[in-house]
């Protein structure tokens, strides 16, 4: 874990001048005043274009940015009490690399991006993400990552989206049910809500430590899950299961809601979390959804594109997926990040990264070993490969092709060094992300 407290990290001089210019003041919260977290709390809803959150909603979104790094930007004159008119907030949490179990990256995970509707489209956003990046990248945080509300966003501050992750959806009465071997062996209970978060927790804490992309959860998150928080209009119909192998310990866990149809007598599932850490209790949470008497049609999202469901029910063509872009990163510190992991296999290129914000621009060589273990030095000789920081934070965890974004001319190399990249980068898991953010 990394020792530094994002908390501590001073509001970035440039983007404080450059919205000073426009009269803006912009800096780092105190949510430990219950004044500033309820108008940071209120801010971040209406730019989510949440309901307005009354005192129970903010005293649970306080319980959370209370441990991070929140920025305001404020009106001039702005009351005590003022909405800002624009927010972020950040923290540093481990991101699982390819390695060996526990192998993490230092990330500078940013959330809460809004701006308001009526301060929209003069720059603010520009000036919140660059603080960031400059800000983590002077405190020696290797590699920001956030999820997106909108593809379109973030590339330009050199994002790339990382993580793709399945979006499912089954139609569980034409999908001829889930038949599980004998020998599994699991058996699955419901949960009441109090215990449900606690398994989510446990089961998240262990599964992200081999789930190469995944980061730490954080407790609200998971009490939100099981049904606990008081604004969620959903809370009452959270329903949660375990699976447990015959020692008697809990191996995965279900958290999901019941949609009840309208026009005929049943329910659409759908999964609010699945995880879990042996196949055998993934198979058994799956077959209890899918099997689930009086179910239409199952919907799971952020599930990894290798998840075996297709290849559990009866009948494939019942699982409609559909993938799409969830976790993107954003390199900082090149060396750090490519040796942070290990390897599939030796490779042996020169990188020129663009970075147009100047951070993580440069030309390096990257040698892997025949253990996998990569070493990377500056160089200046002639580059093999030629990328911008986007497409590296994309490829620098294999969940994305180096030879599809050869192919979109993303990365400029010979077809043979794009699929010696592919065969060192690639993982023979796909890398996902559980939690949006
Ligand atoms: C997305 C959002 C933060 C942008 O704020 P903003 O202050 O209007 O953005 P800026 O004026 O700094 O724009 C910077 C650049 O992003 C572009 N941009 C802004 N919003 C965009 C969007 N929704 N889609 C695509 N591009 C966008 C601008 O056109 C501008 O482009 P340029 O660099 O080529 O000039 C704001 O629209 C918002 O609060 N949206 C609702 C909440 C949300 O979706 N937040 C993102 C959470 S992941």
Request: proline residues 7%; hydrophobic residues 45%; negative net charge.
């Amino acid at each position: 874990m990394h020792s530094l407290d994002a908390r501590t990290v001073p509001a970035d001089p440039h983007a404080q001048q450059r919205l000073q210019a426009s009269g803006l003041d912009y800096r780092v919260v105190d949510a430990t005043d219950p004044v500033a977290a309820r108008a940071f709390a209120r801010a971040d809803a209406r730019g989510f274009l949440d309901p307005e959150p009354d005192d129970a909603a903010v005293a649970r979104a306080r319980e959370t940015v209370i441990d991070r790094r929140n920025i305001g930007v404020f009106a001039p004159g702005a009351a005590p009490d003022a909405l800002p008119v624009a927010t972020v907030n950040s923290w540093i949490t481990p991101m699982t690399v390819p390695g060996a179990p526990g192998a993490h990256l230092p990330m500078w995970a940013i959330s809460s991006v809004t701006v308001s509707a009526t301060h929209r489209r003069r720059g603010i956003a520009r000036n919140l993400l660059e603080g960031e990046l400059r800000a983590a990248g002077a405190a020696g945080v290797p590699v920001a990552g956030l999820t997106a509300t909108e593809a379109t966003i973030y590339g330009r501050y050199g994002f790339g989206a990382a993580l793709p992750v399945a979006r499912l959806q089954v139609d569980a009465r034409r999908a001829g049910g889930i038949a599980l071997p004998a020998s599994d062996r699991v058996t699955v209970e419901y949960l009441e809500p109090e215990a449900l978060a606690t398994a989510l927790d446990a089961v998240h804490e262990r599964t992200r430590l081999t789930r190469v992309g995944d980061i730490a959860g954080w407790p609200e998150r998971w009490r939100r899950m099981a049904g606990l928080a008081p604004d969620d209009e959903k809370a009452r119909a959270v329903r949660g299961v375990r699976a447990i192998d015959p020692a008697g310990t809990t191996r995965g866990v279900l958290a999901y809601t019941l949609d009840e149809l309208r026009d005929d007598f049943g329910a659409d599932l759908r999964v609010r979390h699945l995880d879990a850490e042996t196949p055998e209790a993934l198979r058994a949470l799956w077959a209890f959804a899918v099997n689930h008497d009086l179910i239409r049609t199952v919907h799971a999202d952020l599930r990894a594109v290798d998840d075996p469901l297709p290849w559990l029910v009866a009948n494939q063509r019942a699982v409609q997926t559909a993938v799409h872009d969830h976790g993107w990163l954003r390199v900082l510190d090149v060396p750090a990040v490519l040796r942070s992991r290990t390897y599939r296999a030796p490779l042996d290129v020169v990188l020129r990264v663009a970075d147009p914000l100047g951070i993580a621009d440069g030309s390096w060589r990257l040698r892997v070993d025949a253990d996998g273990v990569g070493d990377v030095q500056s160089t200046h000789v002639a580059p093999d490969v030629e990328l911008g920081v986007g497409a590296l934070g994309s490829l620098c965890l294999g969940g994305v092709s180096a030879p599809a974004l050869h192919a979109a001319g993303r990365l400029a190399a010979t077809a043979e060094v794009a699929s010696a990249w592919e065969n060192a980068f690639g993982l023979p898991v796909a890398p996902s992300l559980s939690i949006w953010y």
